[in-house]
């Protein structure tokens, strides 16, 4: 709980910083101005009648003011909600009203407490195996050599904090990470807040938070299961699985690559990339295909950046040490073949031509054939 006892300090810290602008001698209407930086939620009261409030936040990676819509608790406390808002490089946080036909304005500066450059950097984050999550970091340049991080996450706004229940360490033994072993049911909804707070003997240690972000957009999916490759004659037909995935989901979002390479060969081919498959299948023309190739496949959600691991390498077509060998065997298998029939039809033609015709054939034969003039011949029959 040490990063909940530190965002008190820090509210105690952000009243007495508060300068309000008063017009004339008129008490300011603006009281009670309070940040919660876990929640990133600026509240104030307000005295007397006021007739337009509103709140702003400047920060150095959003130079820009950011002012969204006022929301009530009660008649007279009013708080401004900054979810996407990144406060560890500082903030400037602004609250105006009109009462009475005067302008008043209360400026918040917030400073991460701490020594400079003694938290943690580079904060990221991946689920995985649909219900595991690993977030990893490094060590800030001037912390000291006892510091000590602890990492945070909520889901929502209001949502409970859980500290990572098993960190990792590097070799001096620093946290440097965090494995989560149960995320229990996603959401498409779910928004992950990070923050990684720091304690040390010798100094307070600056906190990191980051903005929140989607669920669907940290899941790095399984590689694609169940690759086959099946040769039809005219293509070699490639079919897979989809990987199962921890949020609810449609398969058209889904973006695969294939990588096809010929084995042995140092061209390297570019790889192919599906979106929005229904049959999860890709046909390659077989006369693409000379000599043995392999095949794996990796997948991505279309709009994101994380890509799986490869699957596994499946191989097809015929080796090309054995392509020569298997053509002339294939072309001599052909001949035997057209020389069989070639042998067969012949047979059958003599066959036809030796055997004599029934002899009532003959008969028929004989009567209706006239005697040759000069010719001489033994009368048939008796």
């Excluded at 910083?17 to 001698?25: E, F, R, V």
């Excluded at 000590?148 to 990792?168: A, D, F, K, P």
Aim: charge should be neutral; proline fraction near 6%.
């Amino acid at each position: 709980m040490v990063v909940l006892l530190d965002f008190v300090s820090l509210l105690v810290l952000l009243n007495s910083s508060c300068s309000t602008a008063l017009a004339g001698d008129t008490e300011s209407p603006i009281v009670n101005v309070t940040l919660d930086p876990r929640k990133k939620i600026l509240s104030w009261n307000t005295r007397g009648i006021v007739t337009r409030q509103t709140c702003a936040i400047v920060t150095p990676l959003d130079p820009d003011d950011v002012s969204p819509n006022l929301q009530v608790r009660n008649n007279d406390s009013y708080f401004c909600t900054f979810p996407n808002a990144v406060l560890h490089q500082g903030a400037t946080l602004t609250v105006n009203a009109t009462s009475e036909g005067q302008e008043f304005s209360c400026q918040l500066t917030f400073k991460n407490p701490g020594k400079e450059g003694s938290g943690a950097q580079n904060l990221s984050c991946v689920i995985y195996n649909i219900r595991f999550m690993n977030c990893s970091w490094t060590r800030g340049p001037a912390a000291p050599a006892d510091v000590r991080y602890q990492l945070y996450t909520w889901t929502s706004v209001h949502g409970n904090v859980s500290e990572c229940g098993l960190y990792i360490l590097d070799s001096a033994g620093t946290r440097v990470g965090c494995h989560f072993d149960e995320l229990g049911e996603g959401h498409t909804t779910d928004d992950y807040f990070f923050l990684v707070n720091g304690t040390s003997s010798d100094t307070d240690i600056q906190f990191l938070d980051c903005p929140p972000v989607n669920g669907p957009r940290l899941e790095k999916y399984n590689p694609p299961a169940n690759l086959t490759v099946k040769d039809n004659v005219s293509h070699y037909v490639i079919r897979w699985d989809a990987p199962a995935i921890r949020y609810s989901l449609s398969n058209s979002v889904l973006r695969y690559a294939l990588d096809i390479q010929k084995t042995g060969s140092f061209a390297k081919r570019e790889p192919v990339f599906l979106s929005r498959q229904h049959k999860n299948e890709y046909r390659l023309p077989s006369s693409d295909v000379r000599g043995e190739h392999t095949v794996r496949m990796r997948v991505q959600h279309v709009h994101f950046q994380i890509w799986s691991e490869w699957s596994s390498t499946h191989r097809f077509g015929v080796p090309e040490k054995n392509f020569l060998v298997v053509s002339i065997g294939l072309a001599v298998g052909a001949a035997v073949l057209f020389g069989m029939a070639v042998m067969f039809l012949c047979k059958r033609c003599t066959e036809s031509q030796v055997t004599p015709p029934p002899r009532s054939v003959r008969r028929t034969a004989a009567r209706r054939r006239p005697r040759a003039e000069g010719c001489s011949g033994h009368p048939e029959g008796n």
